[in-house]
Structures are given as C-alpha cells and as structure tokens.
C-alpha cells in the first residue's frame, strides 16, 4: 500500500506492508494484510484556544516546542529587549531558552514552572 506523509513539510511517498504473525503456526512466518490508510485534513492546525482567539501577534511570544516548562527567568512588569531570556523550557532532555521575541514591558506569563506547554501556546504577552 502506497501512503503520502508530510514531515516538516516534506510531502514523502511511501510503500507500506502491514505484516502480522500466522497463528497456530509457530515458525514465526508473516503474511500481508489488507488495511485502509486513515487521511487527516492536510496542514491542519490545533484549533486556538477561545482565550487566544483575538491575540495581536506582535505582542505575544509562543512556544517553539511542547515541553515543560523548566523555569521562569523574567516576571509580569518587567521590561526586556529583544532577546532576553523569558523562560527555559524541557523536550526530551534537552533544555530549550524562550526569548523575548519584542521589546517592550511584559503583561503576562501565561505558564508556571512545571506547566506542560504545547507548541504554539501562548507563554508570554507584552504590553
């Protein structure tokens, strides 16, 4: 069976085989099995939640990846430049520094410290 994937934005082609096991026969022989491909609407994203629906862009910092977040390095009233370190989040091991992606005066952090974020979530907004 042909499959179409998308990883990173790479459309890629693939031949699949399901196989599984042959019972009663013990010498651990495979077959093919038909099976139908589960289609997911192309390049669809995670609905906003209903706070973030009417979020101005320029004045919020999103998360690069889903994690935990590890800690938090700035706080609400605080003013940053461009840059500046507002929180450090976990994914698989490896630590990832949020930066402020503006300048301006911090509103609010969204997250706390052991939070689960996904990508794309609101962390920070600014004023």
């Given at each position: ?5 998308n990883i ?13 096991q ?7 022989r ?12 192309r ?22 990846v ?5 800690s ?11 840059g500046?370190?507002l ?8 630590e990832?520094?949020v930066s ?12 706390k410290a052991?939070d689960?974020?996904?990508?794309g979530?609101?962390?920070v907004?600014?004023?």
């Amino acid at each position: 069976m042909k499959l179409r994937i998308n990883i990173d934005g790479k459309d890629y082609e693939v031949d699949v085989e399901a196989a599984e096991q042959e019972l009663g026969s013990g010498h651990g022989r495979f077959h093919s099995v038909e099976s139908a491909a589960i289609q997911s609407p192309r390049d669809a994203a995670p609905a906003p939640a209903a706070a973030e629906t009417h979020v101005i862009e320029d004045k919020v910092c999103r998360s690069p990846v889903s994690g935990i977040v590890a800690s938090l390095a700035a706080q609400a009233g605080q003013t940053l430049q461009v840059g500046d370190v507002l929180l450090v989040l976990e994914a698989m091991k490896m630590e990832t520094q949020v930066s402020a992606p503006v300048a301006g005066k911090v509103a609010a952090i969204k997250v706390k410290a052991g939070d689960s974020v996904q990508s794309g979530q609101v962390l920070v907004e600014f004023e």
